[in-house]
DNA sequence: ATCTCCTATTTGGTATACAATAATTTTTGA
DNA sequence: TCAAAAATTATTGTATACCAAATAGGAGAT
């Protein structure tokens, strides 16, 4: 099981999925809406048929749902959905950066370079935050797959999804912005000092903090849109 | 999100998931085995479209993979990939254990009830081992809806899956089998007494000896098909 | 106003056709 | 003989057309 994925490459289909999921994610099509299978294949220059399997995969992975003879609509997210998900992420991150810790197969100079270039950019004057976003979700990953336990990253990328997208370093105060990145430098260390414990605590510290500076923008964000 | 989840009652592509999933977890498909379109269109009675919507949920579910022009098929699973599920479940069950504990919503009466009814056809002269591994799920489950956490059930469900469906009680000593019991019975206790850590413990414990009994025979059961 | 019936819309499913791709077999050429 | 090339075959991926069933919404009747 555990390495090949094969993440179907099948053009249309695929397309089709990453249009919509787009959409969704950029708010484009917002939470509640109908995901019509016959106006999106016309929006997207194709048949109903890989529309059809779109939907499905949305549905599969908790974004959409499925109503029997209705039809598909985007799932909308309650704050306590949020914390359902911070408290599941916290469980399964922690317990990854422990296993990573003591792996001697993580790398820690890998690690160390996207937490000291998170760094850089978060300390400029004009942060690039899409950047800053992709390499942060890239150590992450990263901490996941050292856990050893190749399930780890999949479930993990199964919950959080999606509905936190939208929820930015660009939302940060530059202090949440710079105790973020003091903790995965911090984290780094914990891992070279092969500190189960430690890693464990860091990253806990490190995801209730962002949790906590997200909760005061998601009120304001149900608000104003 | 929470609550509604709408289990897609669509008849035929609903029928061709069970049916298929059913000769898997069945071992009538083997894993590595392809699962050809049209022959399980034909044999299922049905056309291709709901046999592929079917492939996609179980490519989706992790039960098969897909690969891009070539077809789906069976998954294959390693004794490393059984000790990754318990670890997941492991840390998922007893935080939810954990947390159904202090939760004034837990159904105490309806566990005690289970636990109670499970000990009695274990100890029958011939246990109705399907009786009890129904109850067993119900018992499981209801702990994790308990928790308060709704996704909890759900991405658990996604992992411990079908790779485990054939590992019953059937293969238990009697003396697992009675350990196995008493774990119930002293996890309803736990939650009587409100204590997350005892109820944690337990579970842990619990998972930690029905693994350890599994781990026997799974290298036989490689060994004898 | 409420209930019933009708109609429009949309899904869920079938059937069929066909291009693209991968595997297999056959043929070719040295 | 045997490896490379070419042809064949099998299967997926997509499109298209069509139809039954279900739902929503509105017209009309009570």
């Given at each position: 099981?555990?390495?090949?994925?094969?993440?179907?490459?099948?053009?249309?289909?695929?397309?089709?999925?990453?249009?919509?999921?787009?959409?969704?994610?950029?708010?484009?099509?917002?939470?509640?809406?109908?995901?019509?299978?016959?106006?999106?294949?016309?929006?997207?220059?194709?048949?109903?048929?890989?529309?059809?399997?779109?939907?499905?995969?949305?549905?599969?992975?908790?974004?959409?749902?499925?109503?029997?003879?209705?039809?598909?609509?985007?799932?909308?997210?309650?704050?306590?959905?949020?914390?359902?998900?911070?408290?599941?992420?916290?469980?399964?991150?922690?317990?990854?950066?422990?296993?990573a810790?003591?792996?001697?197969?993580?790398?820690v100079?890998?690690?160390?370079?996207?937490?000291?270039?998170?760094?850089?950019?978060?300390?400029?004057?004009?942060?690039?935050?899409?950047?800053?976003?992709?390499?942060?979700?890239?150590?992450?990953?990263?901490?996941?797959?050292?856990?050893?336990?190749?399930?780890?990253?999949?479930?993990?990328?199964?919950?959080?999804?999606?509905?936190?997208?939208?929820?930015?370093?660009?939302?940060?105060?530059?202090?949440?912005?710079?105790?973020?990145m003091?903790?995965?430098?911090?984290?780094?260390?914990?891992?070279?000092a092969?500190?189960?414990k430690?890693?464990?605590?860091?990253?806990?510290?490190?995801?209730?903090?962002?949790w906590?500076?997200?909760?005061?923008?998601?009120?304001?964000?149900?608000?104003?849109?």
């Amino acid at each position: 099981m555990s390495a090949r994925q094969e993440s179907m490459a099948s053009l249309t289909t695929d397309v089709a999925y990453q249009a919509i999921r787009g959409k969704i994610l950029s708010g484009e099509i917002k939470g509640g809406e109908w995901l019509r299978e016959a106006e999106l294949a016309v929006q997207l220059g194709v048949s109903r048929t890989p529309v059809r399997e779109a939907l499905g995969r949305l549905v599969a992975d908790g974004l959409a749902f499925h109503e029997p003879n209705r039809g598909v609509r985007v799932g909308e997210w309650t704050i306590g959905d949020f914390n359902e998900i911070y408290d599941l992420r916290l469980l399964l991150e922690s317990y990854g950066a422990s296993m990573a810790a003591t792996n001697p197969e993580t790398d820690v100079v890998l690690l160390r370079k996207l937490a000291d270039e998170m760094t850089n950019i978060a300390e400029s004057d004009s942060p690039q935050y899409a950047h800053l976003t992709d390499l942060n979700n890239t150590f992450h990953h990263a901490i996941l797959t050292f856990s050893g336990n190749s399930k780890l990253a999949t479930i993990l990328a199964s919950i959080v999804q999606v509905p936190l997208v939208r929820l930015t370093f660009a939302r940060y105060t530059r202090a949440e912005l710079l105790r973020s990145m003091n903790h995965h430098r911090e984290m780094v260390d914990a891992f070279e000092a092969r500190d189960a414990k430690w890693a464990e605590a860091v990253m806990r510290s490190h995801l209730r903090s962002g949790w906590s500076a997200m909760q005061g923008f998601i009120s304001v964000q149900h608000l104003d849109e």
